[in-house]
């Protein structure tokens, strides 16, 4: 099947600086990318919908300006958590749907990067 | 909005069967999924349904009513290597594809 790439799977920072995540596709091209997050024991809340060349819309509640989405190519797209606090450690998880893709396998998975913020 | 509700734990016995129930209100439906996931990792894909009525892959299958909102996905033969999260989501109506997740049920499965 498909496989997603993430990158990196596991970060730690300091509080107030920027961590980048790459999600990528590996073997396919990637019309749109989801991001998530998940809490402990929480399910996979969705934070936005990334397409590749324009911007991505976010869920409410998630702010835009926080977390930076760019979506520079059908195979990349990068979540940036800017000025990071503690709160925002979590896991977080990229998807990605094929260019071609039937309903019943919507979207693959990448492995999930865990931050943690001190 | 979507309310997507799914029991949080279930503990069966090894070569038991365990029966998830899913229970979902929606603004539109267009295809309930299930994954599995295991603690610390992405989740992967298991069935999908749109269509009422039950399917079966191997030792599982995945049941729908869209009268009544309702799923269950049915893992049979249980294996040690069957204890994870299962989660039950939802596709809404509408081209975006997003899927509106359960909280998830806590499969463990004992010797």
């Known amino acids: 099947g498909a496989v997603v790439s993430q990158h990196p799977s596991r970060v730690i920072c300091k509080s107030g600086t920027s961590v980048k995540i790459e999600c990528r596709s590996l073997d396919f091209q990637a019309t749109t990318m989801f991001w998530y997050r998940q809490f402990p024991k929480q399910s996979l809340m969705l934070m936005a919908t990334?397409?590749?060349?324009?911007?991505?819309?976010?869920e409410q509640g998630v702010e835009k300006d926080k977390f930076l989405i760019n979506h520079a190519s059908l195979t990349l797209s990068t979540l940036t958590v800017t000025s990071a606090h503690p709160e925002d450690s979590s896991f977080y998880i990229c998807s990605a749907r094929l260019r071609e893709m039937t309903l019943r396998e919507t979207q693959y998975f990448g492995p999930g990067t865990r931050l943690l913020v001190l | 909005g979507q309310n997507i509700d799914q029991p949080t734990e279930m503990t069966a016995t090894e070569g038991a069967i365990v029966q998830i129930n899913c229970t979902y209100q929606t603004s539109g439906f267009n295809g309930l999924f299930w994954y599995q996931q295991h603690a610390g990792e992405a989740p992967t894909f298991l069935s999908y349904?749109?269509?009422?009525g039950l399917e079966e892959k191997g030792r599982f299958s995945s049941f729908l009513s869209r009268s009544k909102g309702y799923s269950y996905l049915l893992l049979k033969e249980l294996q040690m290597k069957d204890s994870a999260s299962y989660l039950c989501?939802?596709?809404?109506?509408?081209?975006?594809?997003?899927?509106?997740f359960g909280a998830g049920t806590t499969v463990t499965v004992r010797a």
């Open positions: 349904n749109v269509l009422d």
């Open positions: 990334s397409n590749e060349g324009s911007k991505a819309t976010y």
């Open positions: 989501a939802v596709r809404g109506r509408g081209n975006d594809y997003k899927l509106s």
